[in-house]
């Protein structure tokens, strides 16, 4: 269709002596995100309005109601409009014409696009919001008119219904603001290194024995408009300064160079993968013939023509490079096609025919293959070995058997997450001399790439070397699932003996690289309320984890095992029992995702803490301060809580975000505001730092000084914009007292820093940085005689120049692994009693984790009743990151982090092809492939106010320069914003249900806009839902895929 002529009529003349005239024009939209989005719904109404012939009421002369995203095409509502016009204007006339809108325009269920109840819901909302909207401009044209016109009254407005005709899509946008305060050290705080390195001989102006905090300056640095800078002073050395990023320059000029900007070498092909359209099928033919023919292809590659192994897969090889004649999810790699242009090459893979039959190794109907974790647990569909059960204290069937106990059972629904890193999966494959291949690619696994590409191209590893100078985004994402694009562009240049550039677009790198694995949790929990009046404390928790796996394991078993590590969150349960199951789907295999679980964990604790919380009518800031954890406590996995903050910065953020008066004011505003609610809540969060497989636990680095008194750091670790190189830079600076513009990280590759493990678990700055400590503790043990024999002062550049003539090693290779005693943790062994016979005694299954970074978040948020709609007033976040290597990078880290878990709790919703969404087609293809239909948080979601404030004066002895890990753990803190946003919507409830609303609600995870505006459940949206036949009307639970 062409669209060949828009008319917009002119507003008519407002009339003037004897004839008066109004005529209001009103937009609305709701997206799933609200700027920068394609709308759900979105509508314009027109309605003229005159005095009726006695002058006794205004009626309504015209009206039109046009709507887009209720039907294929935009559409009007005739009847709905027939129901208004010649109607006196009154709140009898609106519900008419919304009882004649819905039968108009109701959206059946299994429309496509979904979300049938909500899309009529938004309809009629926003019918309502135009009713208040002409109420309030007929009322202001009488105003301006006076007594003297004789005009009728417009329809009365109580003060609290005003609200409806607010909108935050045209509402003037707020000026954002930003607080970040940390203190700046006035000396390198002493860490592990001064454990490890008792005897430093360094030059620089190493820890002094002044305790950690100490030694903090009383000076803060902020940013928000009147920030100023504040410098250290401990030496030339960078260690603790709030530098820019290294190559942040380059980043925001558009200099930097990634994978897909290196200049094509000579004779370059482009690939595109030949992709399986199916979800579970047996390949029963490949027709090649076609694509081979075509113009500029130089080759189409299957199973047959590997020259080396097939099998792939980080933890168990259950993947293969190309299908071996079975496709177990949609888009799963069957071949790669190679051209001399990207064209030519995309054209020969489309053109590859592949015929199938239904085959689902996994579930009892081929032609329905599982798809959900709710068809997995049906069919039994799960990975066995990742089965495992944690239990702590006394039994729990005991427990939750004493009387007098608060008891509830409940699930807990949370969505996946895609990483929408900003450069999708690319690798450049060149052949080169002597057989080898070398591969430019954008991955968090430099040595993972390089076995894979060795195997599956028949080559030894020592052929093989992986480059990666820096990745435009990872999260997680490319620590194992950027594998197979490289093994198979490795493959495709080995064959043609030409280098193979594969890039990945947007909609198959998110159809086919996995997610953040989504979670279903199904609990039973008690607590003791005690009769003087305080907090109720927790008793006993039995959990069952499930989570979707996917169609191959990858990491899903370490993902749901950190999930278990975190299910207490930071709360002590006497009594607790959890066990984990990962579920076999025919989706991509899902992967690590920032949080590795550990938000999912967090997120089913706190679901539980709400539960029990409204059950027992309990204050929610008072039951969870009453429950955490205290120094000394024992976890249940049976570690220890060393040096444990959370209590402290719970009551330091409790005073500085006035969360009081603010909870106070909240509730009087929505006494005022019958359709605008606010809500605040405030959790806390504890992340375990150390990768849970005890071998990784370990990281190298290769230091050059030279000669001009500068230094070349190479080490396992991978730049994604964290900052990791910035951070050893600094490190390294601060051990050599020189500038750290004199260091540079150039890039990380195989043939520098061999067998390197994935940068992922937040533990990177931790290893690389003490594995750089460690050599350059060895050149500066060298240089010690030689400085020593120079005059006073010699730089660093005369020292060095004297050493190599004497024939000194300006070169070390340094290594560092997290002592055996802080790490690993025995699924397999079965510990005993213990001494107080309470429950098995977990500690002597080792400790799972080094230390913990920790934290407070409070979140005030303001929701839209009639659209779900909704805007997060201010954020305020105190966080433990120990002494910070760099206060700047942290609160990058920290304000992207809660950016990022806000995304994943609120508008960022996962849709596969299953039973919820039969409308997409085939079954088991990713609905939400792309920026069209998957949204993540832009400008206009962030808090208004932010504030990140570093806690002051804490210790890490287990990590170098007493600092923390910081890439992670704050994400779950951005789970503060939904925890607020269902008190906003109980405060909805409780006005427009009243008893009805009962205590606790279900409102699973994302909390879309439709899961907002349904779970209000006011008089719109449960007609809206009783229109469809459903009978859950005031606990509507939305369809999603989980």
């Known amino acids: 269709e062409l669209i060949v002529r828009v008319r917009v009529p002119a507003a008519a003349p407002a009339g003037s002596g004897s004839v008066v005239h109004v005529e209001v024009v009103e937009p609305y939209k709701q997206a799933r995100r609200r700027e920068d989005d394609i709308s759900i719904v979105t509508a314009t109404f027109r309605a003229s309005f005159a005095p009726s012939a006695d002058g006794s009421a205004w009626r309504v002369k015209d009206a039109a109601l046009a709507f887009g995203g209720l039907a294929p095409t935009t559409i009007l509502a005739p009847k709905a409009a027939a129901a208004l016009v010649g109607q006196e204007w009154s709140h009898d006339t609106f519900a008419a014409a919304a009882d004649a809108l819905r039968a108009e325009v109701r959206v059946p269920p299994g429309a496509p696009g979904g979300q049938s109840e909500f899309r009529t819901a938004l309809a009629a909302s926003f019918l309502f919001k135009f009713y208040i909207k002409c109420c309030q401009d007929l009322a202001a044209r009488v105003a301006e008119a006076g007594p003297g016109a004789s005009l009728p009254a417009a329809p009365a407005v109580d003060s609290p219904a005003r609200s409806a005709s607010c909108s935050f899509v045209t509402e003037p946008k707020p000026s954002t603001a930003g607080l970040q305060t940390y203190a700046l050290r006035t000396k390198i705080a002493p860490g592990l290194d001064a454990d490890v390195f008792p005897e430093s001989s360094a030059a620089a102006v190493k820890s002094s024995a002044a305790p950690n905090g100490a030694a903090y300056s009383a000076n803060y640095s902020a940013n928000g408009g009147s920030g100023t800078a504040v410098t250290g002073s401990h030496g030339k050395g960078g260690s603790g300064k709030p530098t820019p990023h290294a190559a942040g320059h380059l980043h925001t000029t558009g200099e930097a160079v990634y994978v897909d900007?290196?200049?094509?070498?000579?004779?370059?092909?482009?690939?595109?993968?030949?992709?399986?359209?199916?979800?579970?099928?047996?390949?029963?033919?490949?027709?090649?013939?076609?694509?081979?023919?075509?113009?500029?292809?130089?080759?189409?590659?299957?199973?047959?023509?590997?020259?080396?192994?097939?099998?792939?897969?980080?933890?168990?090889?259950?993947?293969?490079?190309?299908?071996?004649?079975?496709?177990?999810?949609?888009?799963?790699?069957?071949?790669?096609?190679?051209?001399?242009?990207?064209?030519?090459?995309?054209?020969?893979?489309?053109?590859?025919?592949?015929?199938?039959?239904?085959?689902?190794?996994?579930?009892?109907?081929?032609?329905?293959?599982?798809?959900?974790?709710?068809?997995?647990?049906?069919?039994?569909?799960?990975?066995?070995?990742?089965?495992?059960?944690?239990?702590?204290?006394?039994?729990?069937?005991?427990?939750?058997?004493?009387?007098?106990?608060?008891?509830?059972?409940g699930e807990f629904k949370l969505g996946g997450q895609e990483h929408f890193y900003l450069e999708a999966n690319t690798t450049l494959a060149i052949p080169v001399e002597g057989g080898g291949m070398a591969v430019h690619t954008s991955t968090q696994a430099v040595t993972k790439t390089q076995k894979f590409v060795a195997s599956t191209c028949g080559l030894p590893a020592n052929k093989v070397v992986c480059h990666m100078k820096r990745m435009g985004g990872g999260f997680g994402g490319k620590e194992t699932r950027s594998v197979f694009a490289s093994a198979a562009a490795a493959v495709a240049a080995l064959l043609t003996n030409q280098p193979v550039r594969l890039s990945l677009e947007r909609d198959i790198d998110m159809q086919i690289s996995g997610q953040r694995h989504a979670f279903i949790a199904r609990y039973t929990a008690a607590a003791t309320v005690p009769t003087d009046g305080s907090p109720p404390r927790l008793a006993a928790l039995d959990a069952e984890l499930f989570s979707n796996g996917g169609c191959a394991l990858d990491l899903s078993g370490p993902v749901m095992d950190r999930a278990l590590f975190h299910l207490d969150n930071c709360y002590q349960w006497p009594s607790l029992r959890c066990r984990g199951r990962v579920c076999r789907t025919h989706q991509a295999p899902h992967t690590a995702f920032r949080g590795f679980g550990g938000p999912q964990g967090m997120m089913v604790a706190e679901a539980i803490m709400e539960h029990l919380c409204s059950e027992v009518g309990a204050d929610p800031v008072s039951f969870r301060g009453a429950n955490l954890y205290s120094e000394g406590d024992e976890t249940h996995f049976g570690q220890r809580l060393e040096a444990w903050n959370v209590p402290r910065a719970w009551r330091e953020l409790v005073a500085s975000s006035e969360i009081a008066d603010r909870r106070a004011a909240a509730e009087a505003f929505n006494k005022e505001h019958r359709y605008r609610k606010r809500g605040l809540a405030i959790i806390p969060t504890k992340f375990g730092i150390n990768y849970t497989a005890k071998f990784m636990n370990q990281g190298g680095a290769l230091v050059h000084l030279y000669t001009d008194g500068t230094l070349l750091v190479t080490h396992g670790g991978t730049e994604m914009g964290q900052g990791l190189h910035t951070k050893v830079c600094q490190v390294v600076a601060s051990s050599f007292d020189v500038p750290q513009a004199s260091v540079h990280v150039a890039e990380t590759a195989s043939d520098k820093v061999a067998n390197t493990i994935p940068t992922a678990a937040s533990m990177s700055a931790d290893l690389y940085g003490m594995a750089a400590l460690d050599a350059c503790e060895q050149i500066i043990k060298r240089l010690t005689p030689i400085r020593k024999a120079l005059p006073e002062g010699a730089t660093l550049a005369e020292v060095a120049t004297a050493a190599h003539m004497q024939r000194v090693d300006l070169s070390a290779h340094g290594f560092y692994k997290v002592p055996d005693d802080r790490c690993g943790f025995d699924w397999l062994l079965k510990p005993p009693p213990k001494a107080s016979g309470e429950g098995p005694d977990n500690s002597l299954r080792?400790?799972?984790?080094?230390?913990?970074?920790?934290?407070?978040?409070?979140?005030?948020?303001?929701?839209?009743?009639?659209?779900?709609?909704?805007?997060?007033?201010?954020?305020?976040?105190?966080?433990?990151?120990?002494?910070?290597?760099?206060?700047?990078?942290?609160?990058?880290?920290?304000?992207?982090?809660?950016?990022q878990g806000m995304g994943l709790c609120t508008i960022e919703e996962v849709v596969w092809a299953d039973t919820d969404h039969a409308w997409v087609q085939p079954r088991g293809r990713l609905f939400t492939k792309g920026p069209g239909a998957y949204k993540i948080p832009s400008f206009n979601d962030v808090p208004r106010d932010f504030r990140v404030h570093l806690l002051q004066g804490v210790k890490n002895r287990f990590a170098v320069h007493s600092s923390k890990a910081v890439g992670e753990p704050p994400l779950y803190l951005g789970f503060s914003v939904y925890m607020a946003l269902r008190e906003a919507v109980r405060a909805a409830r409780a006005e427009h249900l009243g008893e009805a609303a009962g205590k606790h609600f279900i409102m699973h995870s994302p909390a879309t806009s439709e899961r907002l505006r349904m779970a209000c459940a006011d008089e719109i949206a449960r007609a809206c839902v009783e229109a469809n036949n459903r009978a859950d009307a005031t606990n509507y639970v939305a369809k999603a895929s989980f």
């Open 846 to 899: 080792g400790l799972p984790f080094n230390y913990f970074t920790q934290g407070v978040g409070v979140a005030e948020v303001e929701l839209d009743v009639l659209t779900g709609d909704h805007s997060v007033l201010r954020a305020d976040l105190v966080v433990d990151v120990g002494s910070s290597l760099n206060p700047a990078l942290d609160v990058g880290q920290i304000e992207g982090a809660f950016a």
């Open 261 to 409: 900007d290196m200049p094509p070498p000579p004779g370059m092909l482009h690939a595109w993968l030949v992709q399986s359209t199916r979800a579970a099928a047996r390949i029963t033919r490949v027709d090649a013939a076609a694509a081979r023919a075509m113009p500029g292809v130089k080759g189409v590659f299957f199973r047959e023509d590997l020259p080396g192994d097939n099998v792939m897969g980080p933890v168990a090889h259950d993947e293969e490079c190309f299908a071996d004649g079975i496709v177990r999810c949609v888009g799963q790699v069957i071949g790669i096609a190679v051209g001399a242009t990207l064209a030519e090459a995309k054209a020969a893979a489309l053109a590859v025919k592949v015929e199938y039959e239904d085959f689902d190794e996994w579930g009892p109907d081929s032609a329905n293959p599982i798809v959900t974790i709710e068809e997995a647990i049906a069919a039994s569909s799960f990975y066995e070995a990742t089965d495992h059960t944690l239990e702590s204290g006394r039994s729990v069937e005991a427990a939750l058997a004493e009387p007098g106990l608060k008891v509830v059972k």
